[in-house]
């Protein structure tokens, strides 16, 4: 890293500030921090052995750089899939932020976090962009990701970019086809309770063990009745089924697509019952277990109850009926997985895992066959059909080549979702889709009840049902077959909620721009017309998206993750308030303001030691904030720091360093580009020789050695319980009747010495600018008036 000061004087108005913490400083400092942690690797996560285990590193790059150790307590924190329809606007990265400021503080904790991000690609929804733009899906998708990827860096995510996946990609749809041909291979004995091989179902029959279908003896059927009557016990299998056919979209629907009006979920376009073959996976054989593990997690009550109610468990005079149905696994579309199967004369042949993976082929005609949304009478046909040259294959499958052809059909897009946590602890595996080792350390059972899975999974409620659901059968089906020691995929989640946004129509009901709205006693006007206000989801159709681009522009990307966070609780829902953001840029600025100076960027800090009074509120500080930080309550969390922040502004002066370092330590989690900043600094100014000018600078040779040196694993601070006894109050102190500033004081303070420390404080000696005080009303302990005389 270059020993250049990020934060030189900017261009602008003569009369600011050269250090003053602003946009355009903060862009400086967080491209600085972003650039440094991407050349050392800070948060790459080692493994306990691999290619990505501790030996890893580059030595040369490792010197100096702090890390995660491989042996410390691991925790993995896993945000859902993103889709990459489009860019991000202000609502989406709300979990993501929350994810990585706990995983930041886990780090500073002792943990090795792993954390990692990639996309749910493959689908309708990137399909349907496709066609929309013109330009083919995967072009469209590589896009996407690439704008979202930049976006995400741009927010100082702290993810291991080496363990980043995509559904789309080869190696990884590869393993997605693999765990196909487990499922078809594989049976659900109710015995047992669980599934097991086929070819152990086979013995049963040939042995007499287990009854033949019909009462004929197994070796009296020929090969293709045989295989007739294992396919009609695997998990994954082909029946004539109703299904819900969509002719405006071109495609069979999932019961869970259509919404309780008859109508497709994605484009409202009238739904039809038809009789097609399909692909169906056994799903209703876990119905129990599906039911009964709820209790092992530690999910929301309200999410376990949807699920409880979507499977539909009731026991009615000693017979037990379920709502759920099997699991509906095929689309006639082409941006999907395609499925490792060929048919010949007598059904279908599941390919040897030799032939892996099925790859998607490349063609300009990939739209779906759409008709009239009201043509109950249209068929299906899937593009890959179209594609005669593909269909059309000769394979030796063990009785020399045979011409057979191949499913045109595509795996829906929740099939990449069901595992992608798994791909995450070893992405580069070219022989497992997961080194069991490392299944066991990352999702492994904690003993007794404990479940196994990943430490905390946090996504929007819209996925209650649909993708935790399949997802689960899915894990359970590998850990029957011995592939994974864990029975669930998630053992804790917390749904976050949404940053909404108000959204205006005009008399047509059209929308029209947000941000030319303008209020006007209490009604609201575009172009001197009246419009409607509805609050709702964000986006463009809807002409009210905000960009986290653009508020990283103007007020910087630290800013943007403290509004979020500071915002309301991690799983309520919230109207974007502009005037929010200005508030959490205010205190970074008087952080930044408490220990730099903004004339002459020199830290502001002192090896005087605190009072008694700042003491007592670091400490109580050090100890809300851990434990709001413990229970995700990280709203609260920034409210104390803002609190903390406000006193130490308000003590004048230099900032005592027994104070300045363990503040920015708890604000490293939410801003932490510009907490490695203020920690940089105050490493060099300890390194300062005793005699040196404030103004000094160390050499690149001193120097050195600190910057290589993040902030990220340096412990986080403890509070000191000799401080955490004393009850504290907060008292308003006000200038004019307006709020200047908050003190922490003892509930018994007596009236003349609250009113000498407000009158003390910084912000009201500003306030009163050098004018005489009149009066100052005194209410102990909650308020201070100050009247100044005039």
Same mark, same amino acid.
């Given at each position: 890293m270059?020993?250049a000061?990020p934060?030189?004087?900017?261009?602008?108005?003569?009369s600011?500030p050269?250090?003053r913490y602003?946009?355009p400083?903060?862009?400086?400092i967080e491209a600085?921090?972003?650039?440094?942690?991407t050349?050392?690797?800070t948060?790459?996560?080692?493994?306990p052995?691999?290619?990505?285990?501790?030996?890893?590193?580059?030595?040369n790059?490792?010197?100096?750089v702090?890390?995660?150790?491989a042996?410390?307590?691991?925790?993995?924190?896993?945000?859902m899939f993103?889709?990459?329809?489009?860019?991000?606007?202000?609502?989406?990265?709300?979990g993501?932020?929350?994810?990585?400021?706990?995983g930041?503080?886990?780090?500073?904790r002792g943990?090795n976090v792993?954390?990692a991000f990639?996309?749910d690609a493959?689908?309708?929804p990137?399909?349907q962009?496709?066609?929309?733009t013109?330009r083919?899906?995967?072009d469209?998708?590589?896009a996407?990701?690439?704008?979202?990827?930049?976006?995400?860096r741009r927010?100082?995510?702290?993810h291991d970019?080496?363990?980043g996946?995509s559904?789309?990609d080869?190696d990884f749809y590869?393993?997605?086809?693999?765990?196909?041909?487990?499922?078809h291979?594989?049976?659900?004995d109710?015995e047992?309770?669980?599934a097991?091989p086929i070819?152990?179902l086979e013995?049963?029959?040939a042995?007499?063990?287990?009854?033949v279908p019909?009462?004929?003896?197994?070796?009296?059927l020929s090969v293709h009745e045989?295989?007739?009557v294992?396919?009609?016990?695997r998990?994954?299998y082909?029946?004539d089924?109703?299904v819900n056919?969509?002719?405006?979209?071109g495609?069979?629907l999932?019961?869970e697509e259509?919404t309780a009006?008859?109508?497709?979920?994605r484009g409202?376009?009238p739904?039809f019952a038809?009789?097609?073959r399909?692909?169906m996976?056994?799903?209703?054989?876990?119905?129990d277990?599906?039911v009964?593990d709820?209790?092992?997690?530690d999910?929301?009550?309200?999410?376990?109850?949807?699920q409880r109610?979507?499977?539909g468990?009731?026991?009615e005079?000693?017979e037990?009926?379920y709502?759920?149905?099997d699991?509906?696994?095929?689309r006639?579309?082409y941006?999907?997985?395609?499925?490792p199967m060929v048919?010949?004369?007598?059904?279908p042949?599941a390919?040897p895992e030799?032939?892996?993976?099925v790859?998607?082929?490349q063609?300009?005609d990939?739209a779906?066959?759409?008709y009239?949304p009201d043509?109950?009478?249209?068929?299906?046909?899937?593009p890959?059909?179209?594609?005669?040259?593909?269909v059309?294959v000769?394979?030796?499958?063990g009785d020399?080549?045979?011409t057979y052809?191949?499913?045109t059909?595509?795996m829906?897009q929740w099939?990449?979702?069901c595992?992608?946590?798994?791909?995450?602890?070893?992405?580069?595996n070219?022989?497992r889709?997961?080194?069991?080792?490392?299944?066991?350390?990352?999702?492994g059972?904690?003993g007794g009840?404990?479940?196994?899975?990943?430490?905390l999974?946090v996504?929007g409620v819209e996925h209650?049902?649909?993708?935790?659901?399949?997802?689960r059968?899915w894990?359970?089906?590998?850990y029957d077959?011995?592939h994974?020691s864990s029975?669930?995929p998630f053992?804790r989640l917390?749904?976050n909620g949404?940053?909404?946004?108000?959204s205006?129509?005009d008399?047509?009901?059209v929308?029209?721009?947000?941000?030319?709205?303008?209020?006007?006693?209490?009604?609201?006007w575009?172009?001197?017309?009246?419009?409607?206000r509805?609050?709702?989801?964000m986006g463009?159709?809807l002409?009210?998206?905000?960009?986290?681009d653009?508020l990283?522009?103007r007020?910087?990307?630290d800013?943007?993750r403290v509004?979020v966070?500071?915002?309301?609780?991690?799983?309520?829902?919230?109207p974007?308030d502009p005037?929010g953001?200005v508030g959490?840029?205010?205190?970074?600025?008087r952080?930044?303001?408490s220990?730099?100076?903004e004339?002459?960027?020199?830290?502001?800090?002192?090896?005087?030691p605190?009072?008694?009074?700042t003491?007592?509120?670091?400490h109580?500080?050090?100890?809300g904030?851990r434990?709001?930080?413990?229970?995700?309550?990280f709203h609260?969390a920034v409210?104390r720091?803002t609190?903390?922040?406000?006193?130490?502004?308000g003590?004048?002066g230099?900032?005592p360093?027994?104070v300045?370092?363990?503040?920015v330590?708890?604000?490293a989690?939410f801003?932490?580009h510009?907490a490695e900043?203020l920690w940089h600094?105050?490493?060099?100014e300890?390194?300062?020789p005793e005699?040196?000018?404030r103004?000094?600078k160390?050499?690149?040779e001193?120097?050195?050695?600190r910057?290589?040196?993040s902030?990220?694993?340096v412990p986080?601070p403890?509070a000191?319980?000799?401080?955490?006894?004393a009850e504290?109050?907060t008292?308003?102190?006000?200038?004019?009747?307006?709020?200047r500033g908050r003190l922490?004081?003892?509930?018994?303070?007596?009236?003349d010495? %609250?009113?000498? !420390? &407000?009158? *003390?404080?910084?912000p @009201? #000696?500003?306030a %009163?600018h050098? !004018? &005489?005080v *009149?009066?100052v009303v @005194? #209410?102990?302990?909650?308020?201070v008036?100050i009247?100044?005389?005039?």
């Open positions: 270059t020993t000061d934060t030189k004087p900017h261009d602008g108005v003569a600011e050269a250090y602003d946009g400083l903060a862009g400086r600085r921090w972003q650039a440094f942690w050349e050392h690797g948060f790459h996560t080692p493994n052995a691999g290619d990505l285990g501790p030996g890893a590193y580059d030595g790059r490792q010197a100096g702090d890390r995660a150790r042996d410390a307590p691991k925790f993995y924190v896993l945000d993103a889709g990459p329809s489009g860019s991000l606007h202000v609502g989406h990265p709300l993501y932020v929350a994810t990585d400021v706990y930041r503080y886990l780090r500073m943990h792993l954390h990639g996309f493959f689908g309708l990137a399909e962009y496709a066609v929309q013109g083919h899906p995967r469209t998708t590589e996407n990701i690439a704008t979202i990827r930049r976006q995400l927010l100082g995510l702290a970019d080496r363990r996946v559904t789309t080869v590869r393993w997605t086809q693999w765990m196909f041909l487990q499922i291979g594989a049976w659900y109710d047992r309770k669980q097991r070819a152990e013995k049963e029959f042995t007499g063990r287990r009854a019909g009462g004929r003896g197994w070796n009296t045989r295989r007739a294992l396919d009609a016990h998990l994954a082909l029946a089924v109703p056919w969509c002719p405006g979209l495609t069979v999932a019961d259509v009006e008859g109508r497709s979920e409202n376009y739904v038809r009789t097609m399909q692909w996976l056994r799903i209703t054989a876990y119905a277990r599906l009964d709820l209790d092992l997690l999910w929301p009550e309200p999410i376990k109850t949807q109610n979507w499977i468990r009731t026991r005079q000693g037990v009926t709502r759920l149905h699991w509906l696994f095929s006639q579309r941006w999907g997985e395609p499925f048919y010949d004369e007598h059904g042949v390919l030799s032939m892996l993976p790859v998607l082929p063609t300009p990939y779906p066959t759409t009239d043509d109950a009478s249209s068929e299906p046909v899937a890959l059909g179209r594609l005669t040259d593909w059309e000769t394979l030796d499958l020399g080549p045979r052809r191949r499913e059909n595509t829906p099939a990449g979702s595992w992608y946590e798994l791909r995450y602890l070893d992405p580069h070219a022989e889709f997961c080194d069991p080792a490392l299944e066991r350390h990352w999702l059972s904690r009840t404990d479940p196994g899975g990943v430490d999974y996504g209650a049902v649909l993708h935790l659901l399949y997802a059968f894990h359970k089906v590998l077959l011995g994974v029975r669930e053992r917390v749904n949404y940053i909404q946004a108000y205006y129509t008399e047509r009901g929308h029209v721009p947000a941000a030319e709205v303008v209020e006007r006693d209490g009604t609201f575009w172009r001197d017309r009246p419009v409607t509805s609050l709702g989801k463009k159709s002409r009210n998206m905000v960009t986290p653009e990283c522009d007020y910087g990307a800013t943007f509004y966070m500071a915002s309301g609780p991690l799983q309520a829902s919230r974007w005037r953001i959490a840029q205010r205190l970074l600025q952080v930044w303001r220990l730099v100076d004339e002459t960027g020199a830290p502001r800090i002192t090896d005087r605190a009072g008694e009074e003491l007592r509120l670091l109580t500080t050090i100890g904030v434990d709001d930080l413990d229970a995700l309550s609260t409210a720091l609190t903390l922040s406000r006193h130490v502004a003590l004048g230099e900032v360093t027994e300045a370092r363990p503040m330590l708890m604000l989690p801003a932490p510009l900043e600094r105050l490493c060099a300890k390194a300062r005699g040196a000018s103004e000094w160390a050499t690149s001193e120097r050195a050695p910057q290589a040196a902030l990220a694993y986080y403890e000191d319980p000799a401080y955490l006894g504290v109050v008292c308003v102190v006000q200038v004019s009747g307006k709020l922490e004081v003892p509930p018994d303070i007596t009236a010495e %609250l009113r000498r !420390r &407000a009158l *003390d404080i910084e @009201v #000696r500003r %009163l050098g !004018r &005489a *009149d009066r @005194v #209410r102990p302990p909650r308020l008036n009247v100044p005389a005039g």
